[in-house]
């Protein structure tokens, strides 16, 4: 019998038990095990495994985003859908820039520089450097491999805390896709990011916010003369997010998508003189 054969066979019964586990995509989630898995033992491994509640991405090894695999690990972020507007919008905020310097904080595996380079190579306008920062050693990890093809330069630390003092005043997109989160509502998230994701990489603080008012702050000394901030907030926290970026001096505006239910908040450093 053929490997395809074979596959045949066994996705039916694959996918049944990711359905009674509760997966609502199992049909395609079994295609996508049978074709990570070289034998039935390693097969069996990574149908127990989700049916324990293992996220997909850290069984396969990669996320999709943007029409990217993007590379993911236990205990590391799994971007998502929703975040593939704030690229979109950044992109789009980028080609006014001839060479534009681009900085993602709090990147988890790096899923937003590489989409955002991606998309900038296509229209013709390559960054001219491309950092990103996290706190997280093994989120770090994974977004050195996914920010190599671009020739990206990956930092751990502090939010700003780690980035070449060389970049200060020079960055035209600077994205922060921060937690937001509040710390009482982490209950109420999916198990799979409960249990599998970093706290670290969803804990907001009270109300969400707590990241991203030390990244407004901050940002004023790295953004270049009409360079932007870029960060994703519930609906709900949207006036109060633009509020905290238009007190550190920032112009916000606030735009949502509705197909992807998301929300961003950008801030634009004034320009020069």
């Known amino acids: 019998m053929s490997d395809s054969a074979a596959?045949?066979?066994?996705?039916?019964?694959?996918?049944?038990?990711?359905r009674a586990a509760g997966c609502v995509f199992a049909e395609d989630e079994a295609r996508l095990l049978l074709s990570a898995a070289g034998t039935p033992a390693e097969l069996e491994e990574l149908?127990?495994?989700?049916?324990?509640?293992?996220?997909?991405?850290?069984?396969?090894?990669?996320?999709?985003f943007c029409g990217l695999r993007i590379a993911v690990g236990p205990g590391v972020f799994v971007p998502r859908p929703r975040t593939e507007f704030l690229v979109r919008h950044a992109?789009?905020?980028a080609r006014g820039t001839a060479?534009?310097?681009i900085v993602d904080l709090c990147c988890g595996s790096g899923a937003i520089g590489a989409a955002l380079a991606a998309a900038l190579q296509r229209s013709g306008r390559a960054p001219e450097q491309l950092h990103a920062a996290d706190l997280d050693p093994a989120a770090v990890a994974c977004a050195r491999r996914n920010l190599a093809p671009a020739g990206g330069q990956v930092h751990c630390g502090d939010l700003f805390e780690p980035l070449p003092a060389a970049l200060a005043g020079q960055v035209s997109i600077l994205t922060?896709?921060?937690?937001?989160?509040?710390?009482?509502?982490?209950t109420l998230l999916p198990a799979e990011s409960r249990e599998h994701e970093p706290r670290?990489?969803?804990?907001?603080?009270?109300?969400g916010l707590d990241i991203l008012r030390r990244v407004s702050a901050g940002a004023p000394a790295w953004l270049a003369p009409a360079g932007y901030l870029l960060s994703e907030v519930?609906?709900?926290?949207?006036?109060?997010?633009?509020?905290?970026f238009r007190g550190n001096g920032l112009a916000p505006r606030i735009v949502?998508?509705?197909?992807?239910?998301?929300?961003?908040?950008?801030?634009?450093?004034?320009?020069?003189?």
Do not use: F, K
Request: avoid cysteine; hydrophobic fraction near 45%; charged fraction near 10%.
């Open 47 to 64: 149908v127990s495994r989700r049916v324990a509640g293992q996220p997909l991405e850290h069984l396969l090894g990669w996320a999709q």
């Open 176 to 186: 922060a896709n921060v937690p937001y989160v509040p710390a009482g509502e982490i």
């Open 99 to 101: 060479r534009p310097v």
């Open 200 to 207: 670290l990489a969803v804990d907001g603080g009270p109300d």
């Open 234 to 244: 519930s609906e709900q926290q949207a006036a109060t997010a633009a509020g905290i």
């Open 256 to 273: 949502s998508s509705a197909g992807l239910a998301a929300t961003i908040v950008t801030g634009q450093q004034p320009p020069a003189g």
């Open 91 to 93: 992109a789009a905020l």
């Open 7 to 18: 596959a045949a066979q066994h996705e039916p019964v694959v996918a049944a038990r990711l």
